[in-house]
């Protein structure tokens, strides 16, 4: 069973920068398509990152591409989230997933079979 531990939420400032990780037991990341996704009380779940596990492309949303990075170690079994340039409108609790089922469906959260259980990330302004 593979179980997914994330890492790194805390409080910051607009402008700071925070990196999120996500601890992969029970399978090698390098397997799954692995992405995160953000929510807040107000909004749905809301792809955020993705890398895809065959060639690593990543895939980010509008929101944050450019700010954004996810990245994979393969060697720690791990997945990263750096997060430049926040905003108050990035704070959120961000998840991470993990996709056997369909690893092309990168953006699309029903396609993540396995699930962390969130960090709270907190943008002051």
Not at 48 to 54: H, K, L, M, Q, R
Not at 86 to 114: I, M
């Amino acid at each position: 069973q593979v179980q997914l531990v994330e890492s790194g939420g805390r409080l910051v400032q607009a402008g700071d920068s925070l990196r999120l990780s996500c601890a992969v037991s029970g399978g090698a990341a390098s397997s799954y398509t692995m992405g995160w996704f953000r929510q807040t009380p107000a909004k749905e779940r809301e792809f955020v990152a993705g890398i895809t596990s065959d060639s690593g492309t990543t895939y980010y949303a509008d929101s944050v591409k450019g700010r954004f990075t996810i990245s994979r170690d393969n060697a720690k079994n791990t997945v990263r989230l750096q997060m430049n340039s926040l905003k108050p409108e990035d704070t959120a609790v961000y998840y991470c997933a993990a996709n056997s089922k369909q690893r092309s469906a990168v953006t699309v959260s029903t396609f993540y079979n396995y699930w962390g259980q969130g960090t709270q990330a907190t943008i002051s302004s």
